[in-house]
């Protein structure tokens, strides 16, 4: 996710300075405690199709995880559960404004359980439920559908729920300016539709185990009305037209957490490009609507191999970018959700150097948040500290910034956020993806980085992601890893830094 806004929801950003931007009910699971680890390797996690080709069937335990519950947002996901896929058959009506479908979802119990509980916006009809191919009655308990289910610890089986209805976006919780609209899927006065949704917000399309530990593979197909389009993470590996309409096959055969699942909905303009070592991308234009912002975007090349020169290749078999009708962005996986409206509330067209560098920062995700995810929302600083930094780093290698003057305003940004959303590493819950989350941590590496110097720090980055590809990551796990790689032991330095109330 891109830095929050600086006042009242607004990005004070200007070509010539360049400034930091960019930035399962709890009471029912109770009895819930992390499942032992099963076998597998450490750094070994799936892998995905070549660039180029199309993904193949994944195996049985490629979206096998290890949730546990999320003590910032207790009531989101169920770490009783383990979806280990989800198989999402849609169709948009962009004159009702309805989205129906059906969701079947391969699932693993974590323990014996008698429910299967997930997030689910009430927003919906459910129209029928099976489990194991057997019909069952649903019902509500707060966010999420129940229906009854007697699983054995390890047990698999399939649910299958069928719904119509009207989406409705949930709550940001969050002092950031740039969701006004919510989290999840909204829509847009012509009938379009569109979606961000970290923390939470995967439940106002389908039914989720929406918390980051429970990361799991996709198969989406969205009918839309001809001359339509339906873009969504992962690779585009079809379309078919039929009277219904034009269907969009997508699939993503690397492990997703469902905040970085992305549906966008409209009329849209597809653009093709070819990055590094022939890495299929894909940009996806507002037709009509977002032609001024191409230039920007096919920079896409040259800030995936600058990225890759750092942290090692690309993690996914395909890029892209789709524009929305946003203030923000987001780091969906293998394809970045844009905001059309960024930077434009000063100057329109929007500044391009500000959407390349912000395309910068979400594309560093897709190595540290995307590839390498956090067990739960204590850890966001994994992702946005990589990211603020190689944006911090990628500014000063264009001559755009100086490193000085870096140091200089994030010091004090995070001496600001701090008091108001807590340290890095403990961030209070209404105050989501605020700058307490980008700062710290990006100054902490760049005294690690210091520390080392530039060779053992970018060895150090690429075997952080090359390792512990497609898997879900603590702050122990990264000390003890940072300390084996370096030789050194950064313990002190990485706690003080996360833990602090003031700025180190």
């Known amino acids: ?39 597998r390797t450490p750094g070994t996690a799936k892998t995905s199709a070549a660039p180029g080709g199309l993904p193949g069937e994944p195996g049985p335990d490629a979206g096998l995880s290890m949730p546990v519950a999320d003590p910032l947002y207790p009531n989101y996901g169920n770490p009783c559960l383990d ?19 059906t969701a079947s979802l391969t699932i693993r119990a974590t323990k014996a359980v008698n429910e299967i509980s997930l997030d689910f916006s009430d927003a919906y009809t459910v129209d029928s439920a099976t489990v194991g191919g057997a019909s069952v009655r649903s019902s509500r308990r707060g966010n999420d559908v129940v229906v009854p289910a007697t699983l054995a610890r390890d047990a698999r089986t399939t649910f299958v729920l069928t719904y119509h209805g009207t989406p409705r976006p949930v709550p940001m919780p969050s002092g950031r300016g740039d969701f006004p609209e919510g989290l999840g899927l909204r829509t847009a006065p012509g009938g379009e539709a569109w979606t961000m949704q970290e923390p939470y917000g995967a439940l106002t399309w389908y039914p989720a185990n929406d918390q980051p530990s429970d990361e799991a593979i996709y198969d989406i197909s969205v009918t839309v009305p001809k001359g339509w389009a339906a873009v969504a993470h992962g690779q585009l590996v079809g379309v078919e037209s039929s009277e219904a309409g034009d269907t969009y096959r997508w699939r993503a055969v690397d492990p997703v957490a469902s905040y970085l699942a992305t549906l966008a909905v409209g009329q849209y303009t597809k653009l093709t490009d070819s990055g590094p070592r022939g890495l299929p991308i894909t940009y996806w234009l507002r037709t009509g609507k977002d032609d001024y912002v191409e230039p920007a975007l096919r920079k896409t090349p040259a800030l995936l191999a600058w990225l890759e020169e750092r942290f090692g290749p690309y993690p996914f078999p395909t890029a892209g970018v789709v524009l929305v009708d946003s203030l923000s962005a987001m780091e969906t996986q293998q394809m970045v959700t844009y905001g059309a409206r960024l930077g434009t509330q000063y100057d329109f067209p929007a500044d391009l150097d500000l959407v390349e560098e912000i395309l910068l920062h979400e594309f560093a995700h897709q ?58 590493g403990n961030p209070h819950p209404d105050h989501f993806g605020e700058h307490n989350v980008y700062m710290g941590p990006a100054l902490m590496l760049h005294e690690i980085h210091r520390a080392v110097g530039d060779a053992a720090f970018f060895a150090m980055a690429r075997d952080w992601v090359q390792t512990q590809r497609n898997q879900q990551v603590d702050r122990a796990g990264f000390i003890a890893f940072v300390n084996r790689h370096t030789g050194r032991d950064f313990t002190a330095l990485i706690n003080r830094w996360l833990d602090s109330p003031t700025t180190p």
């Open 367 to 424: 190595w540290f948040g995307d590839s390498v995810t956090p067990k739960d929302w204590r850890g966001m600083w994994l992702n946005e500290g990589f990211a603020m930094y190689a944006q911090w780093l990628w500014s000063v290698d264009k001559g755009r910034n100086t490193d000085a003057g870096w140091v200089s305003r994030a010091r004090k940004s995070d001496a600001e956020s701090r008091p108001v959303a807590g340290p890095p």
């Open 1 to 39: 996710m891109r830095e929050p806004p600086t006042v009242a929801g607004v990005t004070l950003v200007r070509r010539a300075i360049h400034a930091a931007i960019a930035v399962a009910v709890i009471a029912a699971s109770a009895g819930c405690t992390p499942v032992p680890q099963l076998a």
């Open 83 to 101: 979806v280990l896929r989800y198989q999402l058959n849609l169709a948009w009506s962009p004159q009702q404004r309805e989205l129906s479908g």
